[in-house]
């Protein structure tokens, strides 16, 4: 990881390398990576030992994370993929709530507020969540790439 990083940026090919050293690691530990990393899409794993418990696939995970330094160097890429100039957290959720709006995830009048308190309340979240269960990939896009700049 600190080879990645000792430029000072993160380029698509070095996330590729990472991806297959991530790769590696899952595998050792029984579990198979079923999605590419990038800055917008949660890791999705499989297991290859069906005998494996929920709690040994999370505790492999947990340690591929540590190890690699994935805990540490996906939320820096996708910091710098989706958000290059840096604009502060508040203009972040505005332009979260701007994509939200933009397909029509959220009634036009929601504030970056409400959507503050909405994601800080589990049971509005949810309930906004099971109205559009075919959208809910886009609502998540839109968290973490609100400008899709990927």
């Not at 540490?72 to 972040?92: E, G």
């Not at 701007?98 to 979240?125: I, P």
């Not at 309930?127 to 959208?135: T, V, Y």
């Amino acid at each position: 990881m600190k080879k990645i990083l000792k430029d000072g940026g993160i380029t698509k090919a070095e996330i590729s390398e990472f991806e297959t050293t991530y790769a590696q690691c899952l595998a050792s530990k029984g579990l198979k990576l079923t999605n590419h990393l990038d800055a917008s899409s949660e890791v999705h794993t499989s297991m290859i030992d069906n005998n494996m418990s929920a709690d040994e696939a999370n505790n492999a995970r947990e340690y591929c994370d540590t190890t690699t330094g994935y805990d540490n160097l996906m939320p820096l890429y996708q910091q710098i993929s989706t958000n290059p100039n840096n604009i502060s957290a508040d203009a972040f959720d505005g332009k979260i709530v701007d994509c939200l709006k933009k397909h029509n995830l959220v009634d036009k009048s929601m504030t970056v507020k409400d959507y503050k308190q909405l994601m800080n309340d589990d049971e509005e979240y949810a309930k906004l969540m099971e109205k559009m269960p075919d959208k809910q990939q886009q609502f998540h896009e839109c968290e973490v790439n609100p400008m899709d700049l990927q």
